[in-house]
């Protein structure tokens, strides 16, 4: 969602979270921010993804299209319409629905980021260019490649943010005990680690939260 971004935001996830239909999803929080700013205007694109099997349903309200970063190199562009937030007939003209293969990628974006260069057509061509590239990194590093190669050498005019949402392969659970002490702490943490490491996760963020429960526990 662009600027103004909380309040539709908020109101999104309530929509979202209510099950309505992805391709309805644009058209209820229009009717919903009308009652509560009725001068904001917001694109938007939404979607409802299913881990075990892939399928991933996209709808938009004025907003560029979703990429979906294919691991033989290619990348398609996932082309969906509507009006945005805010406008006469806001809402999603219907919906595409397209399936993640394990390793696949799909990259959500603002449009501050296919704008800076001034022409939205080149600069989507350019992003399209520069994520089949990226397609191999690691999903954390690809929106920091993205953005940065995208801005570089340009006047940001805009909001930028990208996100990057990949499909990975169903992973086991991690079970442990853990003793008492300094040492079986040490040894469960670098143990969950590698794990995490395993299933192509950067394990970082969630190391420090196991360590901190760990020692507190």
């Known amino acids: 969602v662009r600027k103004p971004a909380s309040a539709p935001i908020s109101t999104l996830r309530v929509v979202a979270a209510e ?6 999803i644009v058209g209820r929080v229009d009717t919903l921010m009308q009652v509560q700013e009725p001068e904001l205007a917001a694109t938007a694109v939404v979607g409802r993804y299913t881990p075990a099997t892939g399928r991933l349903v996209l709808a938009s309200g004025g907003h560029p299209p979703a990429l979906i970063m294919r691991t033989d190199g290619t990348v398609e562009v996932v082309e969906t319409s509507g009006s945005p937030i805010g406008w006469p007939g806001a809402g999603s003209d219907g919906t595409a629905e397209v399936t993640l293969e394990v390793g696949e990628t799909l990259l959500l974006y603002t449009d501050g980021l296919i ?7 080149a600069g989507l061509e350019s992003l399209v260019e520069l994520a089949a590239g990226a397609a191999r990194l690691p999903t954390a590093k690809v929106p920091v490649s993205l953005v940065g ?5 340009t006047d940001r005019r805009d909001d930028t943010l990208a996100l990057a949402v990949r499909r990975v392969a169903s992973a086991e659970q991690f079970h442990t005990v853990v003793d008492r002490g300094p040492e079986p702490v040490r040894s469960t943490h670098g143990r969950l680690g590698r794990w995490l490491s395993g299933q192509g996760y950067d394990p970082s963020d969630l190391e420090t939260v196991a360590a901190e429960l760990l020692v507190n526990a």
């Open 115 to 121: 704008e800076a260069r001034k022409d939205m057509i």
């Open 19 to 24: 099950g309505t239909p992805v391709g309805q």
């Open 149 to 153: 190669r995208m801005l570089a050498g």
